[in-house]
């Protein structure tokens, strides 16, 4: 599969998880921005159920990226829309 598809699915696959989860939800203004809920328990899940969704065969390697995609989505979330504050300070 090309890299850029790959991407893309891990990607989705990852934000899915995490909204389905409830670990993040998205800003009412920016559906791209999410916004972490603080809940540890809902962090676990969201890995759960991140790696009951993968289809593909190769289910390892996905895996592994997966989790990377998914610990780098947690970490760039904030606790509140980048994008809302970027416009209260202009
Ligand atoms: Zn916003």
């Known amino acids: 599969m090309p890299a850029t ?26 559906p791209d921005v999410l916004i972490l809920a603080g809940d540890p328990n809902a962090e676990r899940r969201a890995f759960e159920i ?3 969704t993968l289809t593909y065969n190769d289910r390892t390697f996905l895996a592994e990226k997966l989790i990377l995609v998914l610990k780098r989505e947690l970490e760039t979330a904030g606790t509140e ?9 202009i």
């Open 5 to 30: 598809n790959f991407a893309e699915y891990t990607d989705t696959t990852a934000r899915l998880a995490i909204l389905k989860a409830k670990a993040a939800y998205t800003c009412n203004l920016h």
């Open 50 to 52: 991140a790696g009951n």
């Open 81 to 89: 829309c980048w994008l809302c504050k970027q416009n209260l300070l």
